[in-house]
């Protein structure tokens, strides 16, 4: 919860730093999270592969690394492209783009997916701290 909640800061505070907030606010209530596979392989091979593919792998990033139908199998990666998405750095400046309905639609559509395997199976973690029973004592 709190790394949601960092990433949204972060990615609120990058918008205005660039200028783009309408797209940043607006996002959750436009999109459902609803896109299908075929679609977001269609906008990633169109938009991103020619950059993240296995040969060329800027930023040590492939997409052949991230299964676009599972992205919670790959959830630390996908936070990442979620977050650059989310804020307009990617596709970078020059670069070929979709419209910011596409980017959002697929930014959605793999948070979705995340946060519905996280629901199904919570792992709070192990406690920081904890008293000691008499035997550990």
């Not at 948070?111 to 919570?122: G, K, L, M, N, Q």
């Amino acid at each position: 919860m709190k790394r949601m909640l960092f990433f949204g800061g972060v990615a609120t505070l990058t918008a205005l730093a660039l200028g783009n907030v309408s797209s940043v606010m607006s996002a959750p209530s436009q999109n459902t999270g609803v896109m299908s596979v075929a679609s977001r392989l269609e906008l990633v091979d169109q938009y991103c592969a020619c950059c993240h593919d296995e040969d060329v792998k800027d930023g040590d990033f492939a997409f052949g690394d991230v299964d676009l139908a599972h992205p919670d199998r790959d959830a630390e990666q996908v936070e990442k492209v979620i977050l650059k998405l989310r804020t307009g750095m990617m596709p970078p400046v020059g670069m070929p783009r979709p419209d910011d309905d596409s980017l959002m639609a697929l930014a959605a559509a793999l948070e979705t997916d995340i946060d519905r395997v996280a629901a199904a199976s919570p792992n709070p973690g192990r406690p920081a701290l904890y008293r000691l029973n008499r035997t550990e004592y």
